[in-house]
């Protein structure tokens, strides 16, 4: 863990508290930050035909990134792309549909996950990686800038059930051994890896990976295909550059929090709304930044009721290294206020 | 707990274990086990005009009831009905669509929530508890007869929202104080307290709530909606029915299982797919007796990868008071031969 990053300041809060700092107060950005709730984003939207158009055109992705940066002046600006385009990337094309969710051609045996090649990988991703590398250029020295992937098993389960799921039948047929999951699993651990390197390489200072879909798994699978492949991912990125913080996302993990943390060598590790705060003081907070979980809902509505869950996160978490967050997406109707009240409220943290 | 309820055998396994007991082989049903899935239900189903149809009728409830109790020989009996059987004697009408879920006239307002009524209730639900009857009646003196309800916070969460949801926005908002909860809350705990008791009155032997939303609220709101209205149904079932088991369902519970089960005094905890079973072993069954917890997709998978994760749910939690179970329904196209396979395979336990 010697080697410096040519691209990490270390002035930067986000940066610092990733790497064990205790900070008040504690640095702030929330997911889906860049999105339909700034109506800014809406109007970079409309001039596009379709969301992965929006992905892949790095004067625009960069320019609905930093849109909430400038608005509110976030500690971290997050890649404005999908954790899709890595199918979309192999050889399994995505579409995108406003307000439905993504829908892909479903794998269906042996033969469709032997389809997808590495091959044209990073050529295909070219135009995300300058994406990021305008983004380093570009963001204010206390602003970092987040890369990101999905982590292997979520993705997995969009490719297996050809989009969002209520059951994820087909993906853990696949996780019983009814289909080729080893095979899809290494080549989805290689893609994620080779596309995280990519985007440190060209400037993001930090990554996170999106499990969004490991709460579905019972114990057994959640070791093989949730906590297995996320630790080969952290040892491969740090390989090549050992100061780069990763943050894990294992959304609904509930009690295997706990082993996720341990096993996995993360170095923060973003709470869903449901982790009750003393427990994540307690079991995780000695082993990883801990980042979250305001849930959305609290955000969208606002007002006291929204500031008293803000204080108490506040008041568990921050006695230890802790980025304040949601805990899942913020939600497009989200009003802007509220997003200023938030943001207003915790930077006067510790100043009260 | 010193009243013994008339209905009560001492015979059947299913009780003895929900009263502390250690049973090998453990005894053994499965959440929806009279549905879709079996051949005999679709053909009473196609019987009648709608689900709700079915539900208040006694003689064919009780029918599809007994149903799988004769194709396997389970050791209980769950009444069929629905748990929005509840808003629909309260006054807010259901309506069940084959494949989609139920849908109701969302409740917006605290007018809304005052037209609902506790009058006609009990003389609504007047059928369900003949088909209870009924079925006390009919049972062979090994099987016991389970009845049940909907926790108040799922419940109100279908009635807030019209139906189900992605992302419970609606009922939330409620939770945070932008809508009448408590009034609601209030009346659904009486309303669930009146029902759980006239089907206990008409010979169920354990009651189970389910709490299938628990899971999606944070800590605060999961203590004010979740634990304080099963501690207060638990209370008041038994003031009447002292010796009656409780069978509580907080799905997604996590971490909460704990707090959950010390404190809504519950007998017994149903226990979703992802909880790991050494946890539960260790910090939930000295408290109460465990239920669960295969993923039906694995018994919709079938196989020795069905067969390893039931001898490891036994290896783990057959130890103490333990009911085999499923950690959420049956999925309606299991082969009927993998139910069978795994109820001989239980069935064994302890005989190999």
Redesign the interface.
Known sequence: MSLQSPFISTAKPFLRALRGETIIPPPLWLMRQAGRYLPEYRQVRARVHSFLELCYSPELAAEVTLQPIRRYGFDAAILFSDILVVPDALGQPVTFHEGRGPTLERLKNKADVTRLSLEKFISSLAPVYKTVQFLAQTLSPTVALIGFAGAPWTVAAYMIEGGGSK???HA??WS???GPMEQLMELLTEATIRHLLAQIAAGAEAVQVFDSWA??????E?LQFVVNPTKKIVERIHKTYPTIPIIAFPR??????K?FVKETGVQAVSLD?????M?AAKYLQPYATIQG?L????L??GGN??LK?VQ?IIDVLSHGPFVFNL?HGI?PETPLEHVAELVKYIRLCGVR
């Open positions: 059951d994820f039948a853990k047929l019983l051994g009814q709460g579905v798994l019972p114990e057994n959640f609904g993990a509930g009690i295997q929090y082993i709304s449901s982790v009750p705060l427990w979980n849930d959305p809902i609290a969208f509505a009721n929204m869950r108490r805990g939600v």
